[in-house]
């Protein structure tokens, strides 16, 4: 099974709402990362937030960690046409040597 | 100038056939990845190199053969090819594995 699974699998909203995803995991991690990859493009790294962090800003994303929940959730404010794109989150898993990818979140931002 | 570049970007080719992708990262990194993406989206690491050598090899039909000459390179070669493998592959590369990953722009394999 995944480390890291999405939800929404697909998310659509309206221009200059937020839009929030979130990411689960399994076992433990050194950090979280979430990842943007436009539509026949390579993914682009977003942000990255450490284990023991609970909590990341940069530009208009916010990224929380909850260890505990083993969770991690993506706020994008005030979305853009140009934020339409798959997000992922990726993470390390303790101890192994591989970055992890979940399903990703298909986020559309309607005009 | 292109961090991470991979070719060719589209192959279609038939089955049976044996096929090269190349991966070039001009980033100095010493570690580098294929990732497999299929049709769902789901993004499923193959290889992780460091350094030249093999780290992970995540349980690929040896059909599939990485070889990494160099830090800056690692190709990735494909003997008879099948229907299941079309996906599009993605080169990677990071200073470690831990941190954040530089992907280059994909190759759409079709195999008909």
């Known amino acids: 099974s995944q480390q890291g699974e999405e939800d929404p699998q697909a998310l659509s909203i309206q221009e200059g709402e937020n839009a929030t995803m979130n990411c689960s995991y399994k076992?433990?991690?050194?950090?979280l990362q979430w990842y943007r990859q436009n539509s026949g493009r390579g993914l682009v790294h977003l942000i990255l937030i450490r284990s023991n962090e609970r909590e990341k800003h940069s530009g208009r994303l916010r990224v929380t960690l909850d260890t505990s929940k083993k969770s991690s959730s993506l706020l994008i404010t005030a979305s853009r046409a140009a934020d339409t794109a798959s997000y992922f989150c990726?993470?390390?898993?303790?101890?192994?040597?591989?970055?992890?990818f979940g399903q990703g979140t298909r986020l559309t931002i309607n005009p | 100038d292109t961090a991470v570049s991979q070719t060719p970007k589209y192959l279609v080719t038939q089955m049976g056939n044996d096929k090269s992708i190349k991966c070039e990262q001009n980033l100095g990194h010493d570690t580098m990845y294929w990732y497999k993406q299929d049709s769902k989206k789901f993004l499923k690491i193959m290889f992780s190199y460091n350094n030249k050598e093999l780290i992970i090899n995540e349980t690929v039909p040896n059909r599939f053969s990485p070889k990494s000459p160099d830090k800056a390179h690692l190709n990735l070669h494909i003997n008879s090819l099948e229907l299941g493998d079309s996906a599009v592959y993605f080169c990677?590369?990071?200073?470690?594995?831990?941190?954040?990953?530089?992907f280059g722009q994909g190759t759409r394999l079709t195999v008909v």
């Open positions: 990677a590369s990071g200073v470690a594995i831990h941190t954040e990953a530089f």
């Open positions: 076992t433990s991690i050194n950090n």
């Open positions: 990726a993470t390390d898993i303790g101890g192994a040597q591989k970055l992890v």
